[in-house]
């Protein structure tokens, strides 16, 4: 062959080979450049790891509501998407509610019992459960009521204190429904800020007309020669409207305006006039959040009451959460009204069948539906906090049963509760009693005492940090009764110690034992006038039932540690819900 053409072919030869020996290579560089279209995420095996919710579109409450799931975090923090550590394999859409809430929306082919079971397994996480839609609780007007108006006020006894109460610090009730008309000649002045969650504005507004009707019973402005006035009457209550929705309320939204208002020094009353029948694990953990911040929670127990209604007779939520005041409806004449849900958890009523307010359109109207006897109470409470900023939730809630109008079979029953409230009463009391409160404080593992004595039902310990109760100080804000307070505590590898008193430490501190159990007790020539109740939140068990006067309040046996603890006292004979187990002794 001659040189030149064994030249040309060995060319050729290193050409092909170059050529074959390239393509792999430069199609791995392709895949190794590509451009990733969303910077905050990692792609790994065709799918990307999330690490913010910005870049997924957003998901759509009309939509796939059945595969949307809540979360709500222990904390604020910009990594707390991350820390789930989730993939778009697994998630279509998602948004961020607020700081401490998100909403995720879950492939078709994810099972979401399973994701919500590792989502709330998860440290950093509170509580995680489906999103649902809930509706408000309002009724069609009845057209033949013309006249009588505003009749509610008179039936609780809020004619007799309208212009009774006058407080320096405003009292915020929150109202979480549809939004506010915020330009109606009644409300005008009555609003404090609030949060639109469904326009992500603090311009709230309002496009069914609920939320201007419920918050019409608590604060329109009285004695503006217009319209009417709300249960507030002169007192400086106004309202921070949250809308969460329209004409379906998300519990997403629900959840993050909970938060939001159970972290505001200035409100003090929380209104939720809506409901469903599902029992949510994010719902009731923004409940509780709100509730261990002292906050008043008042809800309708619903209208599905009727007996041909398929749901009639079982429990409402939010109304039925511990901690929640669940209120029914009364008519003009004192009856039950026939469309009011009734259960166990019912505690209270006030008026709401053909009751007057004010409109979306700028006027007045009649409506009907449980909505609108719970702004009622939640009104009534905002007056009684206004004339006694030193009420606790319990004593509000307390004073409010102890003087309501016992209607239905004698005492508490599912239909009234305690009874139809009468605020004229219950000012009285909140104003004249000399309240005897409990005042405690609890030494935390690794945080040590707190700084300050909780007061009357308020949360000392940790709620969901897994700290241990090591131990506890009680004593009693007294305004000159002749009683005292003494208690002792059940320590882990030790048991029972003495008896302490008035201020004493009573178990351990530095030696990294638990509390499991506790009793307290009342003494002295006065102590006969008052009741003592205890709780103790209890590691795997959660809230023990209350416990009263010398009761064990804990476990025995299990070796679960105390991780908060509730204490509060109540003039005699005050009516207060024991049911349930207070001490469980392992078999």
């Excluded at 006894?157 to 979480?176: C, F, H, P, S, Y």
């Excluded at 959460?321 to 009523?349: C, E, M």
């Amino acid at each position: 062959m001659k040189p030149k053409v064994k030249l040309r072919l060995l060319f050729f030869v290193i050409v092909l080979a170059m050529l074959f020996l390239s393509a792999p290579i430069l199609a791995y560089e392709s895949i190794k450049t590509s451009d990733i279209p969303n910077s905050s995420e990692v792609s790994v095996n065709n799918q990307m790891i999330i690490n913010s919710l910005s870049e997924l579109p957003d998901v759509d409450n009309r939509g796939n509501i059945g595969q949307q799931v809540v979360i709500i975090y222990k904390n604020s923090s910009s990594f707390n998407v991350q820390s789930l550590s989730l993939s778009t394999n697994q998630i279509a859409r998602g948004e961020t509610v607020s700081d401490r809430v998100d909403i995720l929306e879950v492939k078709n082919d994810v099972d979401i019992d399973a994701f919500i079971k590792m989502i709330n397994e998860n440290p950093n996480v509170l509580a995680a459960d489906r999103n649902d839609i809930l509706k408000t609780y309002s009724l069609p007007n009845d057209p033949y009521v013309t006249d009588g108006k505003a009749w509610q006020f008179q039936a609780i006894g809020n004619d007799k204190t309208w212009d009774q109460v006058t407080n320096d610090q405003t009292i915020g009730v929150a109202v979480l429904d549809t939004g506010i008309n915020t330009r109606h000649p009644d409300l005008t002045g009555r609003i404090i800020s609030g949060y639109d969650y469904v326009t992500k504005s603090t311009e709230v507004i309002d496009q069914d007309g609920h939320g201007t009707l419920v918050s019409g019973f608590i604060a329109a402005t009285a004695n503006n020669g217009i319209g009417l006035s709300g249960v507030a009457g002169t007192a400086d209550i106004k309202i921070a409207p949250y809308r969460v929705g329209t004409k379906g309320l998300s519990v997403a939204n629900i959840c993050a305006a909970l938060m939001d208002a159970a972290d505001r020094s200035d409100i003090k009353v929380i209104n939720m006039s809506y409901g469903g029948y599902e029992y949510n694990t994010s719902e009731a953990a923004a409940i509780q959040y709100a509730s261990d911040r002292g906050k008043v929670l008042v809800a309708s127990s619903g209208n599905e009451g009727e007996s041909s209604d398929p749901e009639s007779g079982l429990s409402s939520y939010p109304a039925s959460y511990d901690g929640v005041i669940s209120v029914a409806a009364t008519t003009r004449s004192n009856d039950w009204a026939s469309f009011s849900q009734y259960n166990d958890k019912v505690d209270l009523a006030a008026p709401g069948e053909d009751v007057y307010t004010t409109s979306l359109t700028g006027g007045y109207t009649n409506d009907s539906g449980t909505s609108f006897a719970s702004p009622i109470v939640a009104g009534a409470c905002g007056v009684l906090l206004a004339a006694n900023s030193e009420l606790t939730a319990s004593e509000v809630e307390t004073a409010l049963k102890a003087t309501a109008l016992d209607l239905g079979d004698p005492g508490k029953d599912d239909y009234f509760g305690y009874g139809l409230i009468q605020l004229d009463q219950a000012l009285a009391k909140v104003t004249t009693d000399k309240p005897l409160a409990a005042l405690y404080k609890t030494h935390i593992q690794n945080l040590g005492w707190e700084k300050e004595f909780k007061r009357n039902g308020q949360l000392s310990g940790t709620s969901g940090l897994g700290y241990r109760l090591e131990a506890i100080s009680i004593t009693l804000d007294n305004p000159g009764y002749d009683v005292g307070v003494s208690y002792r505590t059940h320590i882990q590898d030790i048991g029972w110690q003495d008896w302490r008193d008035n201020g004493d430490l009573s178990g351990t501190s530095g030696e990294s034992r638990r509390l499991e159990a506790i009793q307290i007790k009342l003494f002295g020539a006065d102590a006969n006038r008052f009741d003592i109740y205890y709780r103790t939140h209890v590691e795997n068990l959660g809230w023990l039932s209350w416990a009263a006067n010398g009761q064990q309040s804990g476990s025995s046996g299990y070796g679960y540690r105390l991780e908060s603890i509730e204490i509060m006292t109540v003039p005699k004979d005050t009516p207060f819900d024991t049911s349930g187990d207070s001490f469980l002794i392992s078999p």
